[in-house]
């Protein structure tokens, strides 16, 4: 059974900095492409960042330079590094897994930038 786990998200001013973190089980997050998504308030879920099983990355414009997707193989583990944060980040982040059996989400962990 694949389990997404996320965790990390908080309350942080603009300008502050998060990692979120995506434990996984029931699959190798090395072996597939792995992503971060986010969904506000009344919008559409969006992909913030993808690392593919062969490394490499891929981010919307709107984080390019700000954020940093990575993944430690050996925790099976991906995480989301977001630095100057604006109040258009917030959202709830999803951690999801393409794979040749299908996706699957996580929970989501919710990313409050506020003042």
């Known amino acids: 059974q694949v389990q997404l786990v996320e965790s990390g998200g908080d309350l942080v001013q603009p300008g502050g900095s998060l990692t979120l973190t995506c434990t996984a089980s029931?699959?190798?997050?090395?072996?597939?492409?792995m992503g971060w998504y986010r969904q506000a308030p009344g919008k559409e879920r969006e992909l913030v960042a993808i690392i593919t099983n062969g490394g490499r990355t891929n981010y919307a414009d709107s984080v390019k330079g700000r954020f940093t997707i990575s993944r430690d193989n050996l925790e099976n583990t991906v995480f989301l590094q977001m630095n100057s944060l604006k109040p258009e980040d917030t959202a709830v982040y999803y951690c999801?897994?393409?794979?040749?059996?299908?996706?699957?989400w996580g929970q989501g962990t919710q990313v409050t930038v506020s003042s």
């Open positions: 999801n897994a393409e794979t040749p059996f299908g996706n699957y």
């Open positions: 029931g699959i190798i997050v090395s072996a597939n492409n």
